[in-house]
C-alpha cells in the first residue's frame, strides 16, 4: 500500500501489512510469527486497541498498524507485554509514528512515563461512578484527539509564556519601585539635614541666606519630582496588570472558541455518518420491495352454459 495512513482491513490485512512495512523500514518483523493470530492475541492483552466494528466484521486501522509494529519492535528487545500495552495505550497516533524512528526507550524509561501518564485514584474513583457515555461511532477519534491535545498544548505555551513575560515585567516594576523609594528616603533624609545645616549657617552667617534658599527650594522640587515619578510607576504598574488580565481573558476566550469550532467539527461529521446510514438503510428498503416476488393474476375461466336435450 503506497500510503498506509488510509489503510483499513482484517486481522490478516493488518498483519501483512506490518510485515510489508517492516521489512520497508528494517524493523524486526518475523512473517513465520506475525499473522492474524498474533494480532487477536495482542488485542486481547491491550497491546493493541480494540477494532472498530463495521456490523459483524473486525476493522483495523493505521492507529493499529503502528502499534503493532511498536508492539514487535519492543518485543524483540525484551520488553513485557504489560509495559508495551501501557505504552501502546498511552501514546498518541503521531507519538508512535515518531517513536519507529527513534531508538527504543530503556525499561526506566518506559516505567517512568507509565506512572506519570496514570490518574490519580480520586479521579479514577470519580471516572468509574459516572454513568457510561452513549456509544458513538468512531470517525478517526485518533486524529480529533491528536488536533484536540496539539491546540491544548499551544495555548498552555502561549499562556506560560505570557505569565512569564507578565512576571518579569512586575519584577522589573517592584525593582525600580524600591530604587525610587530608597533615593525618595536618601533625599529626605538629605533635606533634613542640609536644613539643619542651612539653620545654622544662617544663624552663624547671614550672608549665604540667599544661597541656602536656593539650595532648599531645588531640593524640595526634586523632592516633587520623586513623588510625581512614584507616582507615575504606580499608575504604570497598574495598566500593566490590567493589560495582562485583558491578555490572559482574551486567551481563554480563543481557546474556548476553538473547543467549540471542534466540537461542532466533530458533532457535523457524525451527522453527516448518521444520515448517509439511514439513506442506506432506505435504499436498501427500497430494493427488497423491487425484489419481491409479483401477486398472480386470476386465471380462472367462466362455466360453460350447458343446453338442455331436445324434446
Known amino acids: 500500500m503506497d500510503d498506509p495512513q488510509n489503510f483499513s482491513g482484517n486481522a490478516a490485512d493488518l498483519s501483512a501489512l506490518a510485515i510489508e512495512r517492516g521489512r520497508a523500514c528494517g524493523l524486526p518483523v518475523d512473517p513465520d510469527k506475525t499473522n492474524e493470530r498474533l494480532v487477536r492475541y495482542y488485542v486481547a492483552e491491550g497491546v493493541v486497541d480494540r477494532p472498530d466494528r463495521v456490523g459483524r466484521d473486525a476493522t483495523y486501522g493505521y492507529r493499529h498498524l503502528l502499534q503493532l509494529l511498536t508492539a514487535l519492535r519492543m518485543a524483540q528487545a525484551g520488553i513485557s507485554l504489560a509495559v508495551i500495552a501501557e505504552h501502546n495505550r498511552s501514546a498518541l497516533t503521531r507519538a508512535l509514528e515518531e517513536g519507529l524512528d527513534k531508538p527504543l526507550p530503556t525499561q526506566a524509561e518506559l516505567l517512568v512515563g507509565s506512572f506519570m501518564s496514570r490518574k490519580p485514584s480520586g479521579a479514577r474513583s470519580a471516572a468509574a461512578s459516572a454513568p457510561a457515555p452513549v456509544a458513538r461511532p468512531s470517525l478517526a477519534l485518533p486524529d480529533v484527539l491528536d488536533e484536540v491535545h496539539r491546540f491544548k498544548a ?67 522640587s526634586m523632592h516633587h519630582k520623586t513623588a510625581d515619578l512614584t507616582a507615575g510607576l504606580s499608575a504604570a504598574l497598574a495598566h500593566s496588570r490590567k493589560h495582562l488580565d485583558s491578555a490572559m481573558a ?10 467549540r469550532s471542534l466540537e461542532d467539527l466533530v458533532l457535523s461529521r457524525f451527522a453527516e455518518l448518521e444520515a448517509r446510514r439511514a439513506n442506506d438503510v432506505a435504499a436498501l428498503r427500497a430494493l427488497i420491495e423491487d425484489l419481491k416476488p409479483a401477486e398472480p393474476e386470476s386465471t380462472a375461466t367462466p362455466p360453460e352454459t350447458i343446453n338442455p336435450p331436445a324434446r
Open 154 to 220: 499551544e495555548v498552555i505555551s502561549a499562556m506560560g509564556a505570557l505569565r512569564h513575560e507578565g512576571a518579569s515585567t512586575l519584577q522589573a516594576l517592584r525593582v525600580l519601585n524600591e530604587r525610587v523609594e530608597h533615593l525618595n528616603t536618601w533625599i529626605s533624609n538629605s533635606m533634613v539635614s542640609n536644613v539643619e545645616v542651612s539653620r545654622d549657617a544662617i544663624q552663624s552667617d547671614r550672608q549665604h541666606q540667599l544661597e541656602l534658599s536656593k539650595a532648599l527650594h531645588s531640593l524640595e
Open 250 to 259: 482574551d486567551m481563554a476566550g480563543r481557546m474556548q472558541q476553538g473547543l
